[in-house]
Protein backbone atom coordinates (compact mmCIF):
# COMPACT_ATOMS: atom_id res chain seq x y z
CA UNK A 1 0.00 0.00 0.00
CA UNK A 2 2.52 2.29 1.02
CA UNK A 3 4.38 1.57 -1.95
CA UNK A 4 1.76 1.99 -4.01
CA UNK A 5 1.25 5.69 -2.78
CA UNK A 6 4.64 6.67 -2.98
CA UNK A 7 3.62 6.90 -6.80
CA UNK A 8 0.83 10.07 -6.32
CA UNK A 9 1.59 12.70 -8.53
CA UNK A 10 4.30 10.67 -10.26
CA UNK A 11 3.26 10.65 -13.73
CA UNK A 12 1.67 13.21 -15.94
CA UNK A 13 -0.90 10.82 -17.62
CA UNK A 14 -3.37 11.22 -14.91
CA UNK A 15 -4.68 14.52 -12.58
CA UNK A 16 -2.67 14.92 -9.19
CA UNK A 17 -4.49 13.16 -6.01
CA UNK A 18 -4.64 12.86 -2.66
CA UNK A 19 -6.00 9.52 -2.08
CA UNK A 20 -3.64 6.86 -2.26
CA UNK A 21 -4.01 2.91 -3.94
CA UNK A 22 -4.44 4.17 -7.86
CA UNK A 23 -1.12 2.19 -7.99
CA UNK A 24 -2.55 -0.51 -6.24
CA UNK A 25 -5.98 -0.68 -7.22
CA UNK A 26 -5.02 0.39 -10.88
CA UNK A 27 -2.27 -3.19 -10.96
CA UNK A 28 -5.35 -5.03 -9.88
CA UNK A 29 -7.53 -3.70 -12.11
CA UNK A 30 -5.09 -4.20 -15.37
CA UNK A 31 -3.89 -7.48 -14.36
CA UNK A 32 -7.32 -9.25 -13.90
CA UNK A 33 -8.89 -7.21 -17.41
CA UNK A 34 -5.46 -8.70 -18.98
CA UNK A 35 -5.21 -12.28 -17.93
CA UNK A 36 -9.21 -13.38 -17.78
CA UNK A 37 -10.52 -10.96 -20.80
CA UNK A 38 -7.52 -9.49 -22.60
CA UNK A 39 -5.28 -12.20 -23.18
CA UNK A 40 -7.62 -14.55 -23.68
CA UNK A 41 -9.50 -12.87 -26.59
CA UNK A 42 -5.95 -12.36 -28.05
CA UNK A 43 -5.05 -15.50 -28.21
CA UNK A 44 -8.43 -15.80 -29.63
CA UNK A 45 -7.72 -13.61 -32.82
CA UNK A 46 -4.15 -15.05 -32.79
CA UNK A 47 -5.62 -18.67 -33.18
CA UNK A 48 -8.19 -17.83 -36.17
CA UNK A 49 -5.30 -15.98 -37.81
CA UNK A 50 -3.04 -18.50 -38.01
CA UNK A 51 -5.96 -20.71 -40.04
CA UNK A 52 -4.44 -18.45 -43.16
CA UNK A 53 -6.56 -16.29 -45.40
CA UNK A 54 -7.69 -19.04 -47.78
CA UNK A 55 -8.96 -21.35 -44.82
CA UNK A 56 -10.83 -18.39 -43.38
CA UNK A 57 -12.17 -16.71 -46.98
CA UNK A 58 -13.89 -20.60 -46.88
CA UNK A 59 -14.87 -21.02 -44.07
CA UNK A 60 -16.92 -17.37 -43.76
CA UNK A 61 -18.46 -17.94 -47.21
CA UNK A 62 -19.58 -21.39 -46.59
CA UNK A 63 -23.26 -21.98 -46.63
CA UNK A 64 -23.48 -23.25 -43.32
CA UNK A 65 -21.55 -20.59 -41.09
CA UNK A 66 -23.81 -17.86 -43.46
CA UNK A 67 -27.06 -19.49 -42.14
CA UNK A 68 -26.23 -19.62 -39.00
CA UNK A 69 -24.67 -16.04 -38.53
CA UNK A 70 -27.90 -14.97 -40.74
CA UNK A 71 -29.70 -16.50 -38.30
CA UNK A 72 -28.25 -15.35 -35.07
CA UNK A 73 -27.76 -11.78 -36.16
CA UNK A 74 -31.45 -11.32 -37.71
CA UNK A 75 -33.34 -13.08 -34.57
CA UNK A 76 -31.18 -10.98 -32.11
CA UNK A 77 -32.20 -7.89 -34.29
CA UNK A 78 -35.74 -8.72 -34.48
CA UNK A 79 -35.99 -9.83 -30.96
CA UNK A 80 -33.99 -6.83 -29.68
CA UNK A 81 -36.82 -4.66 -31.98
CA UNK A 82 -40.07 -6.81 -30.34
CA UNK A 83 -37.94 -5.95 -26.73
CA UNK A 84 -37.82 -1.99 -27.79
CA UNK A 85 -41.58 -2.00 -28.58
CA UNK A 86 -42.77 -3.81 -25.68
CA UNK A 87 -40.49 -2.59 -23.54
CA UNK A 88 -41.34 0.69 -24.04
CA UNK A 89 -44.69 -0.36 -23.22
CA UNK A 90 -44.18 -1.87 -20.21
CA UNK A 91 -41.85 0.60 -18.72
CA UNK A 92 -45.18 3.13 -19.34
CA UNK A 93 -46.97 1.03 -17.69
CA UNK A 94 -45.10 0.75 -14.84
CA UNK A 95 -44.42 4.48 -14.28
CA UNK A 96 -47.54 6.12 -15.40
CA UNK A 97 -50.08 3.71 -14.20
CA UNK A 98 -51.23 2.38 -10.88
CA UNK A 99 -52.28 -1.15 -10.78
CA UNK A 100 -53.24 -3.80 -8.16
CA UNK A 101 -49.24 -5.93 -8.07
CA UNK A 102 -47.47 -3.40 -9.89
CA UNK A 103 -44.36 -3.58 -7.85
CA UNK A 104 -44.33 -7.21 -7.80
CA UNK A 105 -44.49 -7.09 -11.67
CA UNK A 106 -41.61 -4.08 -11.71
CA UNK A 107 -39.11 -6.72 -9.45
CA UNK A 108 -40.67 -9.60 -11.74
CA UNK A 109 -39.48 -7.91 -14.98
CA UNK A 110 -35.33 -9.21 -13.99
CA UNK A 111 -36.14 -12.69 -14.30
CA UNK A 112 -34.17 -13.00 -17.08
CA UNK A 113 -31.58 -11.75 -15.39
CA UNK A 114 -31.47 -13.47 -12.66
CA UNK A 115 -32.99 -17.64 -14.05
CA UNK A 116 -30.30 -19.52 -15.44
CA UNK A 117 -30.18 -19.70 -19.51
CA UNK A 118 -30.47 -23.39 -18.97
CA UNK A 119 -33.51 -23.52 -16.98
CA UNK A 120 -34.93 -20.93 -19.49
CA UNK A 121 -34.19 -23.09 -21.94
CA UNK A 122 -36.06 -26.03 -20.98
CA UNK A 123 -38.70 -24.39 -20.03
CA UNK A 124 -39.41 -22.43 -22.62
CA UNK A 125 -38.99 -25.73 -24.81
CA UNK A 126 -41.79 -27.47 -22.56
CA UNK A 127 -43.76 -24.42 -23.35
CA UNK A 128 -43.49 -23.93 -26.72
CA UNK A 129 -42.45 -27.47 -27.99
CA UNK A 130 -45.13 -29.19 -30.54
CA UNK A 131 -46.65 -31.32 -27.20
CA UNK A 132 -46.29 -28.49 -24.61
CA UNK A 133 -48.74 -26.05 -23.07
CA UNK A 134 -48.92 -23.40 -25.93
CA UNK A 135 -47.27 -25.60 -28.87
CA UNK A 136 -49.76 -28.07 -28.51
CA UNK A 137 -52.53 -25.05 -28.76
CA UNK A 138 -50.84 -23.62 -31.71
CA UNK A 139 -49.94 -27.36 -33.74
CA UNK A 140 -53.54 -27.93 -35.23
CA UNK A 141 -53.10 -24.62 -37.17
CA UNK A 142 -50.35 -25.87 -38.24
CA UNK A 143 -47.96 -23.14 -36.19
CA UNK A 144 -44.69 -24.68 -35.17
CA UNK A 145 -42.72 -22.37 -32.54
CA UNK A 146 -40.12 -25.17 -30.77
CA UNK A 147 -37.51 -26.53 -32.91
CA UNK A 148 -37.61 -24.15 -35.85
CA UNK A 149 -36.16 -20.44 -35.95
CA UNK A 150 -39.59 -18.72 -34.32
CA UNK A 151 -38.11 -21.24 -31.14
CA UNK A 152 -34.78 -19.30 -31.46
CA UNK A 153 -36.35 -15.48 -31.36
CA UNK A 154 -38.79 -16.76 -28.24
CA UNK A 155 -35.73 -17.50 -26.31
CA UNK A 156 -33.84 -14.22 -27.49
CA UNK A 157 -37.20 -12.17 -27.00
CA UNK A 158 -36.93 -13.85 -23.03
CA UNK A 159 -33.54 -13.13 -22.42
CA UNK A 160 -33.82 -9.62 -23.93
CA UNK A 161 -36.77 -8.41 -22.33
CA UNK A 162 -35.52 -6.32 -19.08
CA UNK A 163 -32.74 -4.19 -21.44
CA UNK A 164 -34.89 -1.79 -22.74
CA UNK A 165 -37.71 -1.44 -19.52
CA UNK A 166 -34.51 -1.02 -17.30
CA UNK A 167 -33.30 1.84 -19.45
CA UNK A 168 -36.40 3.56 -19.77
CA UNK A 169 -37.90 3.38 -16.55
CA UNK A 170 -35.90 6.17 -14.88
CA UNK A 171 -36.15 8.61 -17.90
CA UNK A 172 -39.80 8.73 -17.57
CA UNK A 173 -39.84 8.68 -13.98
CA UNK A 174 -37.79 11.85 -14.07
CA UNK A 175 -39.69 13.33 -17.08
CA UNK A 176 -41.69 16.52 -15.92
CA UNK A 177 -45.30 16.62 -15.89
CA UNK A 178 -45.57 20.61 -16.45
CA UNK A 179 -44.47 19.87 -20.52
CA UNK A 180 -47.14 17.11 -21.15
CA UNK A 181 -50.18 19.96 -19.11
CA UNK A 182 -48.30 22.77 -21.14
CA UNK A 183 -48.11 21.14 -24.55
CA UNK A 184 -52.41 19.66 -23.65
CA UNK A 185 -53.34 23.52 -22.43
CA UNK A 186 -51.87 24.45 -25.58
CA UNK A 187 -54.27 22.51 -27.45
CA UNK A 188 -51.85 19.16 -28.34
CA UNK A 189 -53.39 16.40 -28.89
CA UNK A 190 -52.56 12.87 -26.86
CA UNK A 191 -50.69 11.58 -29.94
CA UNK A 192 -49.05 14.77 -30.74
CA UNK A 193 -47.67 14.87 -27.01
CA UNK A 194 -46.70 11.14 -27.14
CA UNK A 195 -45.11 11.82 -30.28
CA UNK A 196 -43.47 15.16 -30.01
CA UNK A 197 -43.18 15.78 -25.78
CA UNK A 198 -42.59 12.53 -24.44
CA UNK A 199 -40.85 9.95 -26.85
CA UNK A 200 -37.94 12.39 -27.93
CA UNK A 201 -36.21 11.99 -24.47
CA UNK A 202 -37.11 8.55 -24.24
CA UNK A 203 -35.28 7.39 -27.41
CA UNK A 204 -32.56 7.17 -26.47
CA UNK A 205 -32.51 5.59 -23.62
CA UNK A 206 -34.28 2.76 -25.44
CA UNK A 207 -31.72 2.93 -27.99
CA UNK A 208 -29.48 2.37 -25.31
CA UNK A 209 -31.39 -1.16 -23.73
CA UNK A 210 -32.15 -2.07 -27.11
CA UNK A 211 -28.18 -2.40 -28.20
CA UNK A 212 -27.87 -4.40 -24.63
CA UNK A 213 -30.57 -6.35 -25.53
CA UNK A 214 -29.10 -7.06 -29.26
CA UNK A 215 -25.41 -7.41 -27.69
CA UNK A 216 -26.92 -10.56 -25.29
CA UNK A 217 -28.84 -12.05 -27.58
CA UNK A 218 -26.57 -12.47 -30.18
CA UNK A 219 -24.01 -14.75 -28.40
CA UNK A 220 -27.51 -16.37 -26.45
CA UNK A 221 -26.74 -20.17 -26.24
CA UNK A 222 -28.11 -21.49 -23.23
CA UNK A 223 -31.70 -20.06 -23.29
CA UNK A 224 -31.58 -21.40 -27.50
CA UNK A 225 -30.09 -24.62 -28.10
CA UNK A 226 -32.90 -26.14 -25.93
CA UNK A 227 -35.81 -25.00 -27.90
CA UNK A 228 -34.09 -24.11 -31.52
CA UNK A 229 -34.01 -28.07 -32.27
CA UNK A 230 -30.58 -27.45 -33.90
CA UNK A 231 -31.32 -28.40 -37.18
CA UNK A 232 -28.26 -27.30 -40.09
CA UNK A 233 -28.81 -24.30 -42.18
CA UNK A 234 -32.42 -23.70 -40.41
CA UNK A 235 -32.09 -23.29 -36.98
CA UNK A 236 -28.48 -23.72 -36.34
CA UNK A 237 -27.26 -20.56 -34.26
CA UNK A 238 -23.55 -19.33 -34.48
CA UNK A 239 -22.60 -20.17 -31.08
CA UNK A 240 -23.56 -23.49 -31.70
CA UNK A 241 -20.86 -24.01 -34.52
CA UNK A 242 -18.15 -22.61 -32.43
CA UNK A 243 -19.30 -25.84 -29.73
CA UNK A 244 -19.51 -28.79 -32.95
CA UNK A 245 -15.90 -27.54 -34.14
CA UNK A 246 -14.53 -27.55 -31.04
CA UNK A 247 -15.97 -31.07 -30.59
CA UNK A 248 -14.20 -32.09 -33.84
CA UNK A 249 -11.02 -30.66 -32.24
CA UNK A 250 -10.85 -27.95 -34.97
CA UNK A 251 -9.65 -25.26 -33.06
CA UNK A 252 -8.66 -23.11 -35.56
CA UNK A 253 -12.56 -23.38 -37.20
CA UNK A 254 -13.93 -22.63 -34.29
CA UNK A 255 -11.79 -19.39 -33.64
CA UNK A 256 -12.67 -17.81 -37.20
CA UNK A 257 -16.54 -18.45 -36.62
CA UNK A 258 -15.56 -17.07 -32.87
CA UNK A 259 -13.92 -13.61 -34.56
CA UNK A 260 -16.40 -13.42 -37.05
CA UNK A 261 -19.39 -13.09 -34.46
CA UNK A 262 -17.28 -10.64 -32.62
CA UNK A 263 -16.72 -8.61 -35.40
CA UNK A 264 -19.97 -8.05 -36.94
CA UNK A 265 -21.64 -7.66 -33.30
CA UNK A 266 -18.87 -4.61 -32.53
CA UNK A 267 -19.99 -3.14 -36.05
CA UNK A 268 -23.36 -3.31 -35.53
CA UNK A 269 -22.98 -2.11 -32.36
CA UNK A 270 -20.59 0.72 -33.19
CA UNK A 271 -23.14 0.87 -36.34
CA UNK A 272 -26.25 1.56 -33.63
CA UNK A 273 -24.36 3.46 -30.89
CA UNK A 274 -23.24 6.45 -33.90
CA UNK A 275 -27.30 6.31 -34.65
CA UNK A 276 -27.77 7.05 -31.10
CA UNK A 277 -25.49 9.21 -30.55
CA UNK A 278 -26.83 11.09 -33.95
CA UNK A 279 -30.27 10.66 -32.78
CA UNK A 280 -28.99 12.91 -29.24
CA UNK A 281 -27.86 15.79 -31.29
CA UNK A 282 -30.79 15.84 -33.39
CA UNK A 283 -33.36 15.67 -30.53
CA UNK A 284 -30.82 18.00 -28.73
CA UNK A 285 -29.92 17.47 -25.48
CA UNK A 286 -26.82 14.94 -23.80
CA UNK B 1 -55.31 14.97 -20.43
CA UNK B 2 -54.46 11.17 -19.42
CA UNK B 3 -55.50 8.78 -21.74
CA UNK B 4 -59.01 6.97 -20.99
CA UNK B 5 -59.70 4.35 -18.37
CA UNK B 6 -60.52 2.13 -21.88
CA UNK B 7 -56.90 2.69 -23.20
CA UNK B 8 -55.14 2.54 -19.90
CA UNK B 9 -56.72 -0.80 -19.17
CA UNK B 10 -55.85 -1.66 -22.84
CA UNK B 11 -52.37 -1.19 -22.25
CA UNK B 12 -51.85 -2.25 -18.36
CA UNK B 13 -53.51 -5.63 -20.45
CA UNK B 14 -51.24 -6.07 -23.77
CA UNK B 15 -48.09 -5.50 -20.73
CA UNK B 16 -49.42 -7.68 -18.59
CA UNK B 17 -50.40 -10.33 -20.85
CA UNK B 18 -46.91 -10.48 -22.63
CA UNK B 19 -44.86 -11.02 -19.16
CA UNK B 20 -47.32 -13.50 -18.40
CA UNK B 21 -46.21 -15.64 -22.03
CA UNK B 22 -42.33 -14.78 -21.30
CA UNK B 23 -41.88 -14.39 -17.52
CA UNK B 24 -44.53 -15.76 -15.54
CA UNK B 25 -44.84 -19.16 -17.92
CA UNK B 26 -41.73 -20.67 -18.12
CA UNK B 27 -40.95 -19.84 -14.38
CA UNK B 28 -44.68 -21.98 -13.71
CA UNK B 29 -43.72 -24.38 -16.04
CA UNK B 30 -40.28 -25.44 -14.11
CA UNK B 31 -42.27 -26.31 -10.92
CA UNK B 32 -45.09 -27.75 -12.37
CA UNK B 33 -43.27 -30.65 -14.71
CA UNK B 34 -40.43 -30.88 -11.49
CA UNK B 35 -43.71 -32.14 -9.67
CA UNK B 36 -45.58 -33.60 -12.00
CA UNK B 37 -44.45 -37.47 -10.29
CA UNK B 38 -45.04 -35.67 -7.02
CA UNK B 39 -43.04 -35.10 -4.22
CA UNK B 40 -40.99 -39.02 -3.54
CA UNK B 41 -39.53 -38.40 -7.47
CA UNK B 42 -38.59 -34.86 -6.87
CA UNK B 43 -36.76 -35.85 -3.60
CA UNK B 44 -35.42 -38.96 -5.36
CA UNK B 45 -34.31 -37.31 -8.50
CA UNK B 46 -32.20 -34.59 -6.28
CA UNK B 47 -30.75 -37.51 -4.40
CA UNK B 48 -28.91 -38.96 -7.03
CA UNK B 49 -25.18 -38.86 -6.79
CA UNK B 50 -24.90 -37.41 -9.46
CA UNK B 51 -27.10 -33.96 -8.54
CA UNK B 52 -25.44 -33.77 -5.42
CA UNK B 53 -22.10 -33.76 -7.25
CA UNK B 54 -23.22 -31.21 -9.66
CA UNK B 55 -24.88 -28.95 -6.75
CA UNK B 56 -21.55 -29.33 -5.03
CA UNK B 57 -18.97 -28.27 -7.73
CA UNK B 58 -21.91 -24.98 -8.50
CA UNK B 59 -21.43 -23.80 -4.87
CA UNK B 60 -17.40 -24.49 -5.24
CA UNK B 61 -17.04 -22.54 -8.48
CA UNK B 62 -19.40 -19.78 -7.15
CA UNK B 63 -17.10 -19.64 -3.45
CA UNK B 64 -13.94 -19.36 -5.56
CA UNK B 65 -14.87 -16.93 -8.20
CA UNK B 66 -16.94 -14.46 -5.58
CA UNK B 67 -13.75 -13.55 -3.93
CA UNK B 68 -11.69 -12.55 -7.09
CA UNK B 69 -14.14 -11.42 -8.13
CA UNK B 70 -15.05 -8.59 -4.92
CA UNK B 71 -11.26 -7.76 -5.13
CA UNK B 72 -11.12 -6.86 -9.01
CA UNK B 73 -14.37 -5.20 -8.76
CA UNK B 74 -13.55 -2.88 -5.50
CA UNK B 75 -10.32 -2.50 -7.00
CA UNK B 76 -11.54 -1.41 -10.55
CA UNK B 77 -14.44 0.80 -9.18
CA UNK B 78 -11.55 2.46 -7.03
CA UNK B 79 -9.54 3.19 -9.96
CA UNK B 80 -12.08 4.21 -12.57
CA UNK B 81 -14.19 6.23 -9.67
CA UNK B 82 -11.61 7.94 -7.71
CA UNK B 83 -9.05 9.47 -9.98
CA UNK B 84 -8.77 10.98 -13.13
CA UNK B 85 -6.78 9.63 -16.13
CA UNK B 86 -5.81 9.54 -19.94
CA UNK B 87 -7.95 6.16 -21.34
CA UNK B 88 -10.16 5.71 -18.86
CA UNK B 89 -13.10 5.68 -20.85
CA UNK B 90 -11.24 2.81 -22.72
CA UNK B 91 -10.62 0.99 -19.56
CA UNK B 92 -14.38 1.07 -18.77
CA UNK B 93 -15.52 -0.10 -21.79
CA UNK B 94 -12.84 -3.11 -21.62
CA UNK B 95 -14.49 -3.80 -18.05
CA UNK B 96 -17.92 -4.29 -19.78
CA UNK B 97 -16.24 -5.87 -23.08
CA UNK B 98 -17.34 -9.72 -21.73
CA UNK B 99 -20.91 -8.61 -21.56
CA UNK B 100 -20.64 -8.32 -25.69
CA UNK B 101 -19.02 -11.61 -25.98
CA UNK B 102 -20.73 -14.81 -26.39
CA UNK B 103 -20.67 -17.14 -23.62
CA UNK B 104 -19.30 -19.84 -26.16
CA UNK B 105 -16.43 -17.48 -27.16
CA UNK B 106 -15.66 -17.17 -23.32
CA UNK B 107 -15.31 -20.87 -23.13
CA UNK B 108 -13.36 -21.11 -26.29
CA UNK B 109 -10.72 -18.44 -25.20
CA UNK B 110 -9.62 -20.99 -22.59
CA UNK B 111 -9.50 -23.98 -24.98
CA UNK B 112 -7.30 -22.03 -27.27
CA UNK B 113 -4.58 -21.21 -24.19
CA UNK B 114 -5.15 -24.45 -21.82
CA UNK B 115 -6.61 -27.46 -24.13
CA UNK B 116 -4.91 -30.27 -25.27
CA UNK B 117 -3.63 -28.59 -28.49
CA UNK B 118 -3.89 -25.32 -27.01
CA UNK B 119 -0.74 -22.63 -26.85
CA UNK B 120 -0.24 -23.86 -23.35
CA UNK B 121 -1.37 -27.56 -23.46
CA UNK B 122 1.70 -29.37 -24.16
CA UNK B 123 3.48 -26.81 -21.16
CA UNK B 124 0.52 -28.01 -19.20
CA UNK B 125 0.49 -31.49 -19.88
CA UNK B 126 4.28 -32.14 -18.87
CA UNK B 127 3.93 -30.42 -15.96
CA UNK B 128 0.68 -32.72 -15.17
CA UNK B 129 -2.03 -30.04 -14.71
CA UNK B 130 -5.06 -29.84 -16.25
CA UNK B 131 -7.00 -26.61 -16.49
CA UNK B 132 -9.48 -27.63 -18.76
CA UNK B 133 -12.09 -30.51 -18.45
CA UNK B 134 -11.24 -29.83 -14.96
CA UNK B 135 -12.51 -27.39 -12.20
CA UNK B 136 -9.88 -24.30 -13.12
CA UNK B 137 -10.70 -23.77 -16.32
CA UNK B 138 -14.52 -23.95 -15.32
CA UNK B 139 -13.61 -21.11 -12.69
CA UNK B 140 -11.58 -19.15 -15.71
CA UNK B 141 -15.07 -19.41 -17.88
CA UNK B 142 -16.88 -18.39 -15.11
CA UNK B 143 -14.65 -15.52 -13.93
CA UNK B 144 -14.79 -14.15 -17.82
CA UNK B 145 -18.90 -13.68 -17.80
CA UNK B 146 -18.66 -12.80 -14.29
CA UNK B 147 -16.05 -9.77 -14.63
CA UNK B 148 -17.97 -6.84 -15.14
CA UNK B 149 -20.88 -7.16 -12.53
CA UNK B 150 -19.23 -5.65 -9.28
CA UNK B 151 -17.42 -2.97 -10.97
CA UNK B 152 -20.64 -2.11 -12.88
CA UNK B 153 -22.49 -1.49 -9.97
CA UNK B 154 -19.50 0.06 -8.25
CA UNK B 155 -18.43 2.56 -10.25
CA UNK B 156 -21.60 4.48 -10.77
CA UNK B 157 -22.10 4.70 -6.87
CA UNK B 158 -18.42 5.43 -5.69
CA UNK B 159 -18.45 8.70 -8.58
CA UNK B 160 -21.71 9.60 -6.71
CA UNK B 161 -20.10 9.66 -3.70
CA UNK B 162 -17.34 11.53 -4.53
CA UNK B 163 -14.15 11.72 -2.25
CA UNK B 164 -14.74 14.40 1.00
CA UNK B 165 -15.37 11.28 2.82
CA UNK B 166 -12.05 9.84 2.19
CA UNK B 167 -10.17 13.18 1.92
CA UNK B 168 -11.33 14.15 5.40
CA UNK B 169 -10.94 10.97 6.88
CA UNK B 170 -7.20 10.78 5.66
CA UNK B 171 -6.64 14.75 6.80
CA UNK B 172 -7.50 13.76 10.22
CA UNK B 173 -4.79 11.23 10.05
CA UNK B 174 -6.31 7.84 8.93
CA UNK B 175 -4.19 5.06 7.60
CA UNK B 176 -5.31 4.38 3.61
CA UNK B 177 -6.39 0.79 4.99
CA UNK B 178 -8.41 2.35 8.04
CA UNK B 179 -9.97 4.83 5.46
CA UNK B 180 -10.28 2.38 3.07
CA UNK B 181 -12.47 -0.09 5.58
CA UNK B 182 -14.18 2.31 7.87
CA UNK B 183 -15.37 5.12 5.20
CA UNK B 184 -15.57 4.01 2.29
CA UNK B 185 -16.38 0.47 2.53
CA UNK B 186 -19.49 1.59 4.39
CA UNK B 187 -20.23 3.76 1.90
CA UNK B 188 -20.47 1.35 -0.67
CA UNK B 189 -21.68 -2.09 1.25
CA UNK B 190 -25.55 -1.89 -0.40
CA UNK B 191 -24.29 -1.48 -3.73
CA UNK B 192 -21.37 -4.07 -3.22
CA UNK B 193 -23.75 -6.50 -1.93
CA UNK B 194 -25.93 -5.94 -5.29
CA UNK B 195 -23.32 -6.35 -7.82
CA UNK B 196 -21.99 -9.48 -5.60
CA UNK B 197 -25.94 -10.88 -5.63
CA UNK B 198 -25.79 -10.30 -9.76
CA UNK B 199 -22.67 -11.86 -10.19
CA UNK B 200 -23.21 -14.87 -8.26
CA UNK B 201 -26.37 -15.50 -9.51
CA UNK B 202 -24.66 -15.67 -13.14
CA UNK B 203 -22.06 -17.93 -11.78
CA UNK B 204 -24.23 -20.32 -9.96
CA UNK B 205 -26.46 -20.36 -13.37
CA UNK B 206 -23.93 -20.27 -16.55
CA UNK B 207 -24.32 -22.59 -18.83
CA UNK B 208 -22.89 -22.34 -22.48
CA UNK B 209 -19.15 -20.93 -21.58
CA UNK B 210 -18.84 -23.64 -18.66
CA UNK B 211 -20.48 -26.19 -21.33
CA UNK B 212 -17.33 -25.63 -23.50
CA UNK B 213 -14.50 -25.81 -20.28
CA UNK B 214 -15.97 -28.72 -18.43
CA UNK B 215 -16.25 -31.91 -20.79
CA UNK B 216 -19.10 -32.58 -18.75
CA UNK B 217 -18.01 -35.74 -17.31
CA UNK B 218 -20.85 -36.76 -14.75
CA UNK B 219 -19.98 -36.45 -10.96
CA UNK B 220 -16.82 -34.81 -11.56
CA UNK B 221 -16.92 -31.39 -14.11
CA UNK B 222 -20.67 -31.02 -14.63
CA UNK B 223 -22.07 -27.87 -12.79
CA UNK B 224 -25.97 -27.82 -12.11
CA UNK B 225 -27.35 -25.94 -15.56
CA UNK B 226 -24.72 -29.09 -16.87
CA UNK B 227 -26.63 -31.41 -14.95
CA UNK B 228 -29.76 -30.25 -16.32
CA UNK B 229 -28.55 -30.34 -20.29
CA UNK B 230 -27.48 -34.42 -19.60
CA UNK B 231 -30.86 -35.12 -17.65
CA UNK B 232 -33.19 -33.15 -20.38
CA UNK B 233 -31.30 -34.61 -23.55
CA UNK B 234 -31.78 -38.30 -21.61
CA UNK B 235 -35.25 -37.79 -21.10
CA UNK B 236 -35.27 -37.71 -17.70
CA UNK B 237 -37.70 -34.95 -17.58
CA UNK B 238 -38.79 -34.93 -14.14
CA UNK B 239 -35.11 -34.95 -12.52
CA UNK B 240 -33.49 -32.01 -15.29
CA UNK B 241 -36.56 -30.05 -14.01
CA UNK B 242 -35.58 -31.15 -10.37
CA UNK B 243 -32.21 -29.53 -10.49
CA UNK B 244 -34.16 -26.88 -12.85
CA UNK B 245 -35.88 -25.70 -9.87
CA UNK B 246 -33.36 -25.45 -7.48
CA UNK B 247 -31.94 -22.90 -9.92
CA UNK B 248 -34.89 -21.24 -10.29
CA UNK B 249 -35.46 -20.39 -6.79
CA UNK B 250 -32.37 -19.38 -6.01
CA UNK B 251 -32.91 -16.87 -9.07
CA UNK B 252 -36.35 -15.91 -7.40
CA UNK B 253 -34.34 -15.51 -4.03
CA UNK B 254 -31.71 -13.00 -5.68
CA UNK B 255 -34.49 -11.16 -7.24
CA UNK B 256 -36.03 -10.88 -3.88
CA UNK B 257 -32.57 -9.84 -2.33
CA UNK B 258 -32.02 -7.13 -5.10
CA UNK B 259 -35.91 -5.72 -4.50
CA UNK B 260 -35.07 -5.83 -0.96
CA UNK B 261 -31.24 -3.98 -2.10
CA UNK B 262 -33.25 -1.60 -4.15
CA UNK B 263 -35.58 -0.19 -2.19
CA UNK B 264 -32.49 0.37 1.13
CA UNK B 265 -30.38 1.99 -2.00
CA UNK B 266 -32.49 3.95 -2.95
CA UNK B 267 -33.57 5.39 0.19
CA UNK B 268 -29.82 6.09 0.73
CA UNK B 269 -29.17 7.76 -2.29
CA UNK B 270 -32.27 10.38 -1.70
CA UNK B 271 -30.74 10.69 1.93
CA UNK B 272 -27.45 11.63 0.48
CA UNK B 273 -28.64 13.84 -2.48
CA UNK B 274 -30.51 15.90 0.45
CA UNK B 275 -27.56 17.34 1.86
Not at chain 1, 139 to 164: C, D, K, N, Q, S
Not at chain 2, 241 to 249: E, I, Q, R
Request: with cysteine; glycine share 8%; charged share 10%.
Amino acid sequence: MSAASGRIGASSWRERSVLPGFGLSFGILVTALSLIVLIPLAALVLKAASAGPEAIWALASSPRVQAALRLSFGAALLAASINLVFGLLIAWVLVRYDFPGRRFVDAAVDLPFALPTAVAGIALAAIYAPNGWIGSLLAPFGIRIGYTAAGVLVALIFIGLPFVVRTVQPVLAEMEAELEEAAALLGASRWRIIWSVILPPVLPAAMTGFVLAFARAVGEYGSVIFIAGNVPMVSEIAPLLIVIRLEQFDYAGAAVVGVLMLLLSFLLILFFNLLQAGLRRRLGHV
Amino acid sequence: MREGALARRLLIGLALTFLTLFLALPLAIVFVEALTRGWQAYRAALADPDSIAAIRLTLIVAAIAAPINIVAGIAGAWAIAKYEFRGKSLLTSLIDLPFSVSPVIAGLVYVLLFGAQGYFGPFLKSQGLQIIFALPGIVLATLFVTFPFIARELIPHMQSLGNADEEAALTLGASPWRTFLMVTLPNIKWSLLYGVLLCNARAMGEFGAVAVVSGKIRGLTTTMPLQIEILYNEYMGVAAFAVASLLALLALVTLAAKTFLEWRYADEIAAMRRH
